[in-house]
């Protein structure tokens, strides 16, 4: 994983750069491009992911795929339904799996909730860091997709709250987890470089710079190693043709929605409600794929 990170931001910094020469349109359109691909990508295997589960390989294919897409078809209609609820569930869930993704190595915590709430203000921080940046746009979005204006995203309060916590926990971490004092100061620069990304560029280039290189990509070589025992280019083209077809049709799902709604109101929530239908089980079932590692 070191060697992702270190990969991971001289593409950030070159990021930064790219975001000086692109206007906001183009930087939107190129993020959208890299979370379409990779970022999709990383979770259209989890199908293969639960069959390799300890207890899961006796059960057919078949029941797999009918648990996920009922899930996946219960997430959506109450994400249309009771969108304010579920967005916020949305965005809880997501920030523990970025932080679990970040730090899926760390030592285990003298506390038994230590690692959980690191995960979840990390993950927390990162977004609130993103979202304060393009507190405008983001209302706009929430208000789309809920009819209520949050100000909340407006208000520094959350961001620094979480900062706050953040640095308490890191500081927690430096004392009592050896391995995590080599990487501390690595650590603070990452989140240094995130905030300049996400303060330079458009909302979906700072978030799909993070979401790609930052969650995603590691995330399939975890799973790439979890799969098929390590880390190849001959491994990753065994993922990446059983992730395809899911993939596929992925895409060809949104890209359905954006013909047809792309001018309607309706299109943010349908987005994100396909977004976040998709996220609820993925994020679970990476959850058992590093319950099942540990």
């Keep these: 994983m070191k060697e992702i990170s270190k990969i991971s931001i001289i593409i950030s910094f070159l990021a930064l750069w790219i975001t000086s020469r692109l206007n906001s349109d183009d ?140 640095l308490l926990l890191m500081i927690y971490n430096y004392f009592y987890i050896p391995t995590f004092k080599k990487i501390m100061v690595a650590e603070i620069i990452y989140l240094i470089v995130f905030a300049l990304i996400f303060k330079l560029g458009s909302l979906i280039w700072g978030f799909a710079i993070y979401f790609i290189l930052w969650h995603s990509i590691p995330s399939l070589h975890d799973q790439i190693k979890f799969l098929y025992g390590k880390y190849s280019f001959e491994n990753f083209k065994l993922y990446f043709k059983s992730a395809f077809v899911y993939w596929i049709v992925s895409l060809i799902g949104i890209g359905v929605f954006y013909y047809f709604l792309k001018d309607e109101k309706i299109f943010d929530a349908i987005f994100f409600s396909f977004i976040a239908a998709i996220t609820f089980p993925h994020a679970f079932v990476i959850l058992k794929m590093f319950e099942k590692k540990a």
């Design 27 to 166: 930087q939107t359109l190129i993020g959208f491009i890299f979370i379409f691909s990779f970022g999709i990508l990383h979770g259209a295997n989890d199908l293969v992911l639960i069959k390799n589960l300890k207890g899961n390989k006796n059960r057919s294919f078949l029941t797999f795929l009918g648990i996920y897409v009922l899930v996946v078809f219960i997430s959506a209609i109450l994400f249309l339904t009771i969108p304010l609820i579920v967005l916020i569930i949305f965005v809880v869930i997501s920030a523990y799996h970025f932080g679990e993704q970040h730090f899926q190595d760390l030592e285990n915590y003298k506390w038994t909730w230590g690692k959980p709430v690191f995960y979840l203000v990390y993950g927390s921080f990162i977004l609130l860091l993103l979202f304060y940046f393009h507190n405008i746009e983001v209302q706009k979005i929430i208000f789309s997709i809920t009819n209520y204006e949050i100000s909340l995203v407006t208000n520094p309060a959350p961001l620094i709250i979480s900062g706050v916590a953040l």
